[in-house]
């Protein structure tokens, strides 16, 4: 982990970012709060090494855009979006847009810290560059209709929508998903579509 790393908590919601804070620091991690994702970008680009925690779904500039405006400005901050139920999709599109994981609400505090440390340890070009390889094996070891699944998925398409692409049902898709986090090697959903994405599964053409 880099010395004296912060972790960059945007958030609308006042109570989130105290909530947060607290955990955060009960870790013994520094935390800095912005209440939106343009005071945040205000600071750059004197950040100091790290990662952000933002929400996906925020006034003004979401947490979408300042992915964007990260990646315009070569700022390699690890970024861990929060969702709400419903939107995965949304997710999936962050993470094609760069973030590094996403955690849908609501997490317990363990999941969050998890994901925390592993955005501060991971360097992401040295991680997709080794990673690459292996993680190209193990989709080249995946039936036809596991690929289709995982096409679906990565396109942000909820399993009902899948099943009725594929003409299969819900709850075979169910099992197909699950069948692709084993095969994958995946502990969470974020991972799986974070190693399609590396993989060069995009989910395009899919509706």
């Known amino acids: 982990m880099p010395e004296n790393a912060l972790v960059y ?10 909530s947060l804070t607290f955990l955060l620091r009960s870790a013994k991690l520094r935390v800095e709060t912005f209440e939106s994702a343009a005071a945040f970008v205000k600071l750059l ?4 090494p790290g990662c952000i925690i933002t929400d996906i779904r ?4 979401t947490g979408i855009d300042l992915l964007h405006v990260l990646a315009e400005r070569k700022i ?22 760069g973030a590094s994981d996403f955690l849908e609400k609501p997490f317990d505090d363990e999941t969050l810290l998890r994901a925390v440390q592993s955005a501060l340890t991971r360097s992401a070009d040295i991680s997709t560059h080794s990673a690459g390889p292996e993680i190209m094996r193990k989709l080249e070891g995946l039936t036809r209709r596991e690929r289709e699944v995982l096409e679906g ?23 197909y998903r699950a069948n692709l986090m084993t095969k ?8 799986l579509v974070r190693m399609a994405l590396i993989g060069g599964v995009t989910g395009a053409g899919r509706r």
Not at 45 to 48: A, E, F, L, Q, S
Not at 155 to 174: C, H, M, Q, W, Y
Request: proline content about 7%.
């Open 45 to 48: 680009p004197n950040v100091k």
């Open 153 to 175: 998925l990565v396109a942000g398409l909820p399993n009902k929508s899948i099943a009725f692409d594929l003409g299969i049902s819900a709850r075979t898709v169910e099992v």
């Open 76 to 97: 390699a901050l690890p970024v861990i979006v929060i969702t709400g139920h419903g939107d995965v999709p949304l997710a999936v599109e962050a993470m094609k847009s």
């Open 184 to 191: 994958m090697g995946a502990n969470s959903f974020s991972e």
């Open 9 to 18: 908590v945007i958030d609308d919601d006042e109570a989130v970012r105290d």
């Open 58 to 61: 925020m006034p003004g500039m």
